[in-house]
């Protein structure tokens, strides 16, 4: 995943979590992150802080700030009938303001976080560790060289080779954690699917209404300041 990537991920499960607790977003929040993709898009700075901040003013009817001046779009009717719902939106969005202005749309962070869920089998925060260097150096060792770093521990602590069977389990737990993972993520794409897909079956749904009236104006998107 890119840093963008990850901010928008981030920025969508923040919004949600307050939509849980008060819903003042309701009907915005897909709406928003698209946005925050488009923003990243923009590499000159200032330009793309001008973008993000102008959405409180174009969710609400007020197109003065956007590029054409009558680029109409997502209208957010709920904000537009409450001034106090307008200014929530606006502290809201200026707080993510130095975090857009940050963020790079360069590079990835894919590596960092498969080395750090490497760290994390074995440094289980719900347990306290006396020697983390040695765990973190094994896992290390796994992270260089999978296949062979049984091995190497071995002959650098000068151990007898493993008794079979413990090779065997060794190899059978990988195999069983690869599994794991593959399963979780194939189930984790369902319910996703599953989460777009009612949302398109509800008619005027927020997903179904940001994807009718944002996806088929492309060339405006483009050109929204």
């Known amino acids: ?17 307050i939509e849980k607790i008060e819903r003042p977003f309701w009907g915005l929040n897909a709406s928003l992150s698209m946005w925050l993709w488009s923003c990243f898009a923009e590499e000159n700075i200032d330009k793309r802080t001008k973008m993000w901040e102008n959405c409180v003013y174009h969710y609400v009817g007020n197109h003065s700030f ?12 709920k904000g537009v009938n409450s001034i106090q719902l307008q200014f929530m939106l606006y502290d809201w ?20 976080e498969a080395f750090n869920s490497k760290i994390a ?14 765990r973190v ?29 413990c090779v065997k389990s060794f190899e059978e737990n990988c195999y069983s954690k690869m599994i794991l993972k593959q399963k979780t993520v194939t189930k984790g794409s369902k319910k996703q699917n599953k989460y777009k897909n ?28």
């Not at 990537?5 to 949600?16: G, L, P, S």
């Not at 956007?66 to 009717?77: A, G, M, V």
């Not at 091995?151 to 000068?158: P, S, T, V």
């Open 66 to 77: 956007c590029e054409p001046h009558n680029y109409k779009c997502f209208e957010w009717q």
């Open 93 to 112: 969005v200026h707080k993510w303001t130095p975090i857009v202005s940050k963020v790079s749309s360069i590079g990835s962070t894919c590596m960092n």
């Open 198 to 225: 009612s949302i398109q079956s509800v008619p005027g749904g927020d997903y179904q209404v940001f994807k009718s009236e944002w996806e088929s104006e492309d060339e405006d998107i483009d050109d929204f300041d």
């Open 1 to 17: 995943f890119s840093a963008s990537h990850k901010t928008v991920e981030v920025f969508n499960d923040k919004t949600q979590k």
């Open 121 to 134: 089998c074995y440094l289980d925060k719900s347990r306290a560790w006396k020697n983390i260097n040695i």
């Open 137 to 165: 150096n094994v896992a290390i060792l796994e992270w260089n060289d999978p296949e062979h770093f049984l091995g190497d521990i071995q002959k650098a602590l000068h151990l007898p080779p493993l008794p079979e069977d």
